[in-house]
């Protein structure tokens, strides 16, 4: 007798092992989708701290403070009134303390100051920084201009208020202190802002240099 062979049960394998496949290929796809979906909330996230979320706030912080420099600078070249010349630098000096101190801050990294008097007739300065998940919508960009301008401009007016001294142009004194004053207080505020209210800049700096002396330190006897 001829064995009758049954067809069955390979087709029934054969069955099974394409919608094994076919259920590997779905997941497969699904796996793919989720990790284009994470990457691409990734890049976005990335995208938004590198650009500039608020381009007019960056724009005036740096507008006031340059357009300042400038004008002391070329206003020997441009006029020969003294009198128009340390009314613009003033002007431009009070809009830029006033911008600074009360918008760009706030905005562009997050911080603010400002004085307050209490009950009693007593003044208080308060430092505020943004905390949780606002620190974290800050625009490197943005932190980094606000920075920038913060620092080097109320350097350039240090140098200006020297370079005054030294050249015996005495009727422009009164301006670079304005310039020193007004922009030192800024870079003040901010600093303190940045480090804390309650700390010192002082006890910062000597916690810093503390910390440099004992790296010195271990790194000497590591060597020896």
Same mark, same amino acid.
Request: glycine fraction near 6%; include cysteine.
């Given at each position: 007798?001829?064995?009758?062979?049954?067809?069955?049960?390979?087709a029934?394998?054969?069955?099974?092992?394409?919608?094994?496949?076919?259920?590997?290929?779905?997941?497969?796809?699904?796996?793919?989708?989720?990790?284009?979906l994470?990457d691409?909330?990734?890049?976005?996230?990335?995208?938004?701290?590198?650009?500039?979320?608020?381009?007019?706030?960056?724009?005036?912080?740096?507008?006031?403070?340059?357009?300042?420099?400038?004008?002391?600078? !070329?206003? %020997?070249?441009?006029?020969?009134?003294?009198?128009? *010349?340390? +009314?613009?630098?003033?002007?431009? /000096?009070?809009?830029?303390f006033?911008?600074?101190?009360?918008?760009?801050?706030?905005?562009?990294?997050?911080?603010?100051?400002?004085?307050?008097?209490d009950?009693?007739?007593?003044?208080?300065?308060?430092?505020?920084?943004?905390?949780?998940?606002?620190?974290?919508?800050?625009?490197?960009?943005?932190?980094?201009?606000?920075?920038?301008?913060?620092?080097?401009?109320?350097?350039?007016?240090?140098?200006?208020?020297?370079?005054?001294?030294?050249?015996?142009?005495?009727?422009?004194?009164?301006?670079?202190?304005?310039?020193?004053v !007004?922009? %030192?207080?800024?870079?003040?505020?901010?600093?303190? *802002?940045? +480090?804390?209210?309650?700390?010192? /800049?002082?006890?910062?700096?000597t916690?810093?240099?503390?910390?440099?002396?004992?790296?010195?330190?271990?790194?000497?006897?590591?060597?020896?």
């Open positions: 007798m001829t064995p009758v062979v049954d067809d069955a049960v390979p029934e394998h054969a069955r099974k092992r394409r919608a094994c496949l076919r259920l590997n290929m779905l997941t497969d796809d699904t796996n793919d989708e989720d990790v284009s994470f691409a909330e990734e890049d976005a996230g990335k995208k938004s701290k590198k650009s500039i979320k608020h381009p007019l706030a960056s724009f005036f912080h740096l507008f006031f403070r340059v357009s300042a420099v400038l004008v002391y600078l !070329l206003c %020997g070249i441009f006029s020969s009134s003294f009198i128009a *010349c340390m +009314v613009t630098i003033i002007l431009l /000096l009070s809009c830029d006033w911008t600074v101190k009360n918008i760009t801050g706030r905005l562009m990294v997050g911080l603010r100051w400002w004085n307050q008097v009950d009693d007739g007593r003044s208080h300065w308060v430092f505020e920084a943004r905390k949780g998940a606002g620190k974290q919508q800050a625009s490197d960009s943005e932190s980094r201009i606000f920075w920038i301008g913060l620092i080097v401009c109320p350097v350039l007016w240090v140098v200006f208020a020297f370079s005054t001294l030294f050249s015996l142009k005495i009727k422009w004194v009164p301006v670079v202190i304005m310039g020193v !007004l922009q %030192g207080a800024n870079l003040y505020g901010y600093v303190r *802002c940045k +480090v804390g209210g309650k700390t010192s /800049l002082k006890n910062m700096a916690n810093y240099f503390g910390r440099q002396f004992l790296k010195q330190a271990m790194s000497k006897e590591e060597e020896s």
